[in-house]
Nanobody
Framework: QLQLVESGGGLVQAGGSLRLSCAASGRTFSSYYMGWFRQAPGKEREFLAAIKWSGGSTYYADSVKGRFTISRDNAKNTVYLQMNTLKPEDTATYYC????????????????WGQGTQVTVSS
């Protein structure tokens, strides 16, 4: 089994930045996509970004391209989501997820999910 644990959420003012972390453990995931999603109350889960663990190819939703950056640290088995110029509409629970790289990285039907971390952006 693959375990994912997110951290780094919190309260930030509009225009500020946060970096989310996702620590992965439990199995080999070199052939996986690691993705970040978010879900606001009353809304569907939204794809934000994904990175292929082996090779580092990245994918972004148009809504966050240029503001959010996904990266990984192989030595720490950790994936990050750097979020800049945050807006009140970025308020949501943010989830880390993983799936084999044989499937598309932008679809939400990932098999492994973390517990989520809350991000609140005040205006």
């Amino acid at each position: 089994q693959l375990q994912l644990v997110e951290s780094g959420g919190g309260l930030v003012q509009a225009g500020g930045s946060l970096r989310l972390s996702c620590a992965a453990s439990g199995r080999t995931f070199s052939s996986y996509y690691m993705g970040w999603f978010r879900q606001a109350p009353g809304k569907e889960r939204e794809f934000l970004a994904a990175i292929k663990w082996s090779g580092g190819s990245t994918y972004y939703a148009d809504s966050v391209k240029g503001r959010f950056t996904i990266s990984r640290d192989n030595a720490k088995n950790t994936v990050y989501l750097q979020m800049n110029t945050l807006k009140p509409e970025d308020t949501a629970t943010y989830y880390c997820a993983a799936r084999p790289a044989t499937f598309p990285p932008t679809k939400s039907d990932y098999g492994y999910w973390g517990q989520g971390t809350q991000v609140t952006v005040s205006s």
